[in-house]
C-alpha cells in the first residue's frame, strides 16, 4: 500500500482562497458584468454551456487565462465592495449569502486554471501560475482584510444566536467569522501590510517549489546504456523506457522516469543492483544536488516566512496556527499520535529487514549476495521475502488487474452495489488530453447525479502521484451539480499492450474514487461546503474506507481476471494476497511517519529557529523522532516535499493516518452490519458523505458511527499491537 495520494484542490496555495469561504464555485449563470470587462468570446466570459457547466476544454486556450483571472478578479471586487458598502444593516442574505454568491467568474478560471495545471501544464501555464499566485493572494487579502467588510460579519457573528438561522447557515457564519479572523482582520494597518508581503512571497515561492519538482522529476530520470541493466523488468516496460529515451533524443538508450515518492516502482523488479542504486540516488539527492532547481532555499524560506505569518497572526507556531482548523486541533496531538506509533512502527521494520538479510545472506556466492540491505535492495527482496512466506509475488497479480476491468468491473461495480449508481461513458465531451474518459453517473432513482472525469495514465508535463480535484463544486443556491475528476500516474504501455496494474495502483484506483463519491453526494446548499471541503484530516478518510472494496470478495472476484483468458483469479492466490495484508507494514508506516514527522518538525520552528543547513536538520529531525533508519528512507524527502511545501498540506502530512484510525474503524462498522449492503452505503452516504463541510467533521463521524472512532481497529491493521 505505497501511498501517493492527495486530494489537490490548487495547484499553489494561492489558489486555495478558492476553497475558502470567499468565492462560490463555478455557477450556472453569473451576471451580466464579466462579459463587460473582457472579450466575450473568452470561453469563461460566462458559464459553460455543456451538461452541468461541464468545461469546454476544445474551447480554453492557454492566451484565456491571463485575461479572464484578471477579469474575475476585478468583477469579484467591485462585487465585494458593494457588500461591504451597503447601507442597509448587515443581514445573513445581503452579507454572507452575497459573497457565496460572488466571485463565480474568478471561480470558473481558477478552478479550471488549477485543475489543469497539475494534470497537463506546460511553460505558460506555469508562466501565468508564477505570475497569478502572489496577484491571487493578494486578492484574497484584499477581502478579507477589508475592515467594512469584517464589520458587516463581525456584527452578524456577535448575534448569531438571536438570528433564527437553520444548523447550516449558523454554522457558514461561524465559518466566516472564524476564516476572517485567521486571515488578519483584526491585526493593525502595518501588520495588515506585512502579512499581505507575507502572502504574496509564499504563493509565489510554493508555485516555484512545484515547478521545480516536476521540472526536476523529468530531468532526474535515469539514463541507462544497455538493456541487461534492465533484467527483470517486463519487455512492455523496457519498451516503454527505449521510447522515453528516444523521446529525448537518446537512441539506443533507455530512459526510467521518476515517481513522485523516494521509493521508486521498478526498485521491485530490477535484478542489476547497481541499476537499483543509481535509480534510488538519483530519487533521493532531488532539489539538493545545487543547479536552477535545488530547493534548499526555497524551504528556509517557506519556512521562515510561514513561521513569521504565524507569529505575526498571534500563534507560536505555523502547525499551531495550521492544526487549529483541523480534528487534530493541536501540534501535541499530532505529535502525540505520531510519536506513539514509530517505535512500533520502527521496530516491525527492523524485523522485516531483517528477513530481508537472511534472503540476502543465503545468496552469498551469488552475484547478487553478500551485502547488508540498503534503502534500494528493499522492494527487491521485500517480494522475495514475500514469495518465500506466501509463495507469489507481485508479477503473478499485474495479469489479473488489467485497467479497464478494474474500473468498471471493481471501482464501478463496488460504488454501485454500495450505493446503487451507476455509469455510462460518453465520448462527446470535449478532453484536454486523448487518453481522458468521461461518464455520467446516475442515482438509483436513475436521474443524472454528477460528471466523473477518469485521467489515470502518467504524463511529464502532469502533477506526480494521485488525486481527486472538482471542476463543479456541488451547491443547491447556485443550482450546480458536481463534475469530479480522479487522477492516476500510470505508465502508459505501447500501442497495443494491455494496462496490467500492480496490486498498489489497484487500490489507489478505489481511494481515490472514495474522494470522488465524496464529491458527487454532496447535498448542501452553499458551495463554501460543497464537495469534500472538510479539514485536511478528515478528507482522506471516506477515500480511505473505499479501499475496503478493492479486497472483497464479491468484488475482487467480479473484477480480477486475467485479461487474455478471462479467467478468474485463482482461489489460492486470493487467499496468499488477503494473508499478506499485514506483510511489510513496517516498512510502509515507517516510510510514512519520518515524511509526516519531518513535516511537523519544519512547521513547529519559530522564525529564529529556521536552520542553515537544510538535510543536516532534516537528518537531525528523524534521529530525535527514532525514524532514521537507513534502510527505510522517509516517504519524501524535504527538498522534494511538495505535499508540504507546496500542494496545501503543510503540517498536515500526518493527515493520511489521523483519517485511517477513522476509517479503520469505519471497516468494522461495516463488517459488523454485513458489508457491501446498499443499506450500509445509504446509512454512510446520508449521514456523512452527503454533507461536505456543513457540519462539524466529527460530529458528522458520530453521527455515523453512533460513537468517537476507537484506535484499536488502526493498531491491529497496522500490526502495531504487541510490540
Given at each position: 500500500m505505497k501511498r501517493q495520494h492527495s486530494f489537490i484542490v490548487a495547484a499553489s496555495?494561492?489558489?486555495?482562497?478558492?476553497?475558502?469561504?470567499?468565492?462560490?464555485?463555478?455557477?450556472?449563470?453569473?451576471?451580466?458584468?464579466?462579459?463587460?470587462?473582457?472579450?466575450?468570446?473568452?470561453?469563461?466570459?460566462?458559464?459553460?454551456?455543456?451538461?452541468?457547466?461541464?468545461?469546454?476544454?476544445?474551447?480554453?486556450?492557454?492566451?484565456?487565462?491571463?485575461?479572464?483571472?484578471?477579469?474575475?478578479?476585478?468583477?469579484?471586487?467591485?462585487?465585494?465592495?458593494?457588500?461591504?458598502?451597503?447601507?442597509?444593516?448587515?443581514?445573513?442574505?445581503?452579507?454572507?449569502?452575497?459573497?457565496?454568491?460572488?466571485?463565480?467568474?474568478?471561480?470558473?478560471?481558477?478552478?479550471?486554471?488549477?485543475?489543469?495545471?497539475?494534470?497537463?501544464?506546460?511553460?505558460?501555464?506555469?508562466?501565468?501560475?508564477?505570475?497569478?499566485?502572489p496577484k491571487l493572494a493578494a486578492h484574497a487579502d484584499a477581502i478579507y482584510l477589508n475592515a467594512k467588510l469584517w464589520k458587516r460579519v463581525k456584527s452578524l457573528y456577535d448575534k448569531r444566536d438571536g438570528l433564527k438561522l437553520d444548523a447550516e447557515s449558523k454554522h457558514l457564519l461561524e465559518r466566516y467569522h472564524r476564516d476572517f479572523v485567521r486571515a488578519g482582520a483584526n491585526l493593525s494597518n502595518a501588520n495588515k501590510e506585512k502579512l499581505k508581503a507575507y502572502n504574496g512571497e509564499i504563493a509565489s515561492l510554493q508555485s516555484t517549489f512545484a515547478q521545480n519538482v516536476l521540472k526536476e522529476a523529468n530531468a532526474s530520470a535515469l539514463v541507462v546504456d544497455t538493456r541487461a541493466e534492465l533484467a527483470g523488468m517486463l519487455d512492455a516496460e523496457i519498451d516503454t523506457a527505449a521510447a522515453e529515451a528516444k523521446k529525448r533524443g537518446l537512441d539506443g538508450k533507455f530512459v526510467i522516469a521518476l515517481a513522485n515518492t523516494t521509493g521508486q516502482p521498478l526498485l521491485s523488479s530490477l535484478t542489476n543492483r547497481g541499476t537499483r542504486e543509481r535509480l534510488m540516488a538519483a530519487s533521493m539527492t532531488r532539489g539538493s544536488r545545487g543547479g536552477e532547481f535545488d530547493s534548499r532555499e526555497l524551504v528556509q524560506r517557506l519556512a521562515k516566512l510561514r513561521a513569521e505569518k504565524a507569529t505575526l497572526l498571534g500563534y507560536p507556531t505555523y502547525a499551531a496556527y495550521s492544526l487549529e482548523v483541523e480534528t487534530a486541533k493541536t501540534p501535541e496531538a499530532v505529535n502525540k499520535l505520531l510519536g506513539e506509533l514509530a517505535p512500533p512502527a520502527v521496530n516491525n521494520a527492523r524485523k522485516e529487514a531483517a528477513e530481508i538479510q537472511r534472503v540476502i545472506d543465503a545468496e552469498v556466492g551469488k552475484p547478487e549476495g553478500g551485502f547488508q540491505v540498503a534503502a534500494h535492495d528493499w522492494a527487491f527482496y521485500t517480494d522475495k521475502v514475500r514469495q518465500a512466506k506466501y509463495a507469489f509475488d507481485e508479477n503473478q497479480l499485474k495479469p489479473y488487474f488489467e485497467l479497464n476491468n478494474v474500473v468498471q468491473n471493481g471501482v464501478f461495480f463496488a460504488a454501485n452495489k454500495e450505493f446503487g449508481i451507476s455509469f455510462k461513458e460518453r465520448k462527446d465531451l470535449p478532453v484536454y488530453d486523448p487518453d481522458v474518459r468521461v461518464f455520467d453517473?446516475?442515482?438509483?432513482?436513475?436521474?443524472?447525479?454528477?460528471?466523473?472525469?477518469?485521467?489515470?495514465?502518467?504524463?511529464?508535463?502532469?502533477?506526480?502521484?494521485?488525486?481527486?480535484?472538482?471542476?463543479?463544486?456541488?451547491?443547491?443556491?447556485?443550482?450546480?451539480?458536481?463534475?469530479?475528476?480522479?487522477?492516476?500516474?500510470?505508465?502508459?504501455?505501447?500501442?497495443?499492450?494491455?494496462?496490467?496494474?500492480?496490486?498498489?495502483?489497484?487500490?489507489?484506483?478505489?481511494?481515490?474514487?472514495?474522494?470522488?463519491?465524496?464529491?458527487?453526494?454532496?447535498?448542501?446548499?452553499?458551495?463554501?461546503?460543497?464537495?469534500a471541503n472538510t479539514p485536511r484530516d478528515f478528507v482522506e478518510y471516506p477515500s480511505q474506507v473505499n479501499e475496503m472494496w478493492a479486497t472483497w470478495p464479491e468484488v475482487l472476484a467480479n473484477y480480477a481476471k486475467h485479461y487474455q483468458t478471462g479467467e478468474p483469479m485463482p482461489q489460492e492466490l486470493l487467499q496468499k494476497v488477503q494473508a499478506s495484508a499485514k506483510f511489510n507494514m513496517g516498512y510502509i508506516t515507517t516510510e510514512y511517519l519520518a515524511a509526516s514527522l519531518l513535516d511537523q518538525r519544519w512547521h513547529q520552528l519559530a522564525p529564529s529557529q529556521i536552520p542553515t543547513d537544510v538535510l543536516g536538520f532534516e537528518a537531525a529531525a528523524l534521529k530525535d523522532a527514532g525514524v532514521d533508519f537507513a534502510p527505510v528512507p522517509p516517504r519524501y524527502r524535504t527538498t522534494y516535499f511538495s505535499h508540504s511545501f507546496s500542494l496545501g498540506y503543510s503540517a498536515g502530512y500526518y493527515a493520511y493516518l489521523w483519517s485511517e484510525k477513522l476509517d479503520a474503524d469505519t471497516v468494522e462498522w461495516f463488517k459488523e452490519n454485513g458489508g457491501l449492503l446498499r443499506k450500509n452505503g445509504d446509512h454512510f452516504r446520508e449521514t456523512l458523505l452527503s454533507r461536505g463541510g456543513s457540519a462539524d467533521a466529527m460530529d458528522l463521524f458520530r453521527n455515523f458511527r453512533g460513537r468517537d472512532a476507537r484506535i484499536e481497529p488502526l493498531l491491529e491493521r497496522r500490526g502495531l499491537t504487541g510490540n
Open positions: 496555495i494561492a489558489l486555495a482562497y478558492a476553497s475558502t469561504a470567499i468565492p462560490a464555485a463555478a455557477a450556472p449563470t453569473a451576471s451580466a458584468a464579466p462579459a463587460a470587462v473582457f472579450d466575450a468570446s473568452n470561453p469563461f466570459a460566462k458559464a459553460s454551456t455543456l451538461p452541468f457547466h461541464y468545461p469546454a476544454f476544445d474551447k480554453i486556450k492557454d492566451e484565456h487565462f491571463k485575461p479572464a483571472f484578471e477579469a474575475g478578479m476585478r468583477v469579484h471586487l467591485l462585487e465585494i465592495e458593494a457588500i461591504a458598502n451597503n447601507h442597509a444593516a448587515p443581514t445573513f442574505d445581503n452579507t454572507i449569502v452575497a459573497m457565496e454568491r460572488a466571485g463565480q467568474l474568478l471561480a470558473r478560471v481558477s478552478t479550471t486554471f488549477s485543475n489543469l495545471q497539475s494534470a497537463n501544464t506546460n511553460d505558460n501555464l506555469d508562466a501565468i501560475d508564477r505570475e497569478m499566485s453517473v446516475f442515482d438509483a432513482n436513475g436521474k443524472q447525479l454528477a460528471i466523473f472525469i477518469m485521467d489515470y495514465y502518467a504524463r511529464p508535463n502532469k502533477q506526480g502521484g494521485a488525486w481527486m480535484n472538482e471542476y463543479v463544486t456541488q451547491s443547491t443556491l447556485l443550482g450546480n451539480h458536481p463534475v469530479v475528476a480522479n487522477h492516476l500516474n500510470i505508465p502508459k504501455p505501447p500501442a497495443g499492450q494491455p494496462t496490467l496494474l500492480t496490486y498498489d495502483e489497484v487500490r489507489t484506483a478505489f481511494h481515490e474514487f472514495g474522494h470522488a463519491l465524496h464529491g458527487m453526494f454532496s447535498n448542501v446548499k452553499y458551495p463554501t461546503f460543497g464537495g
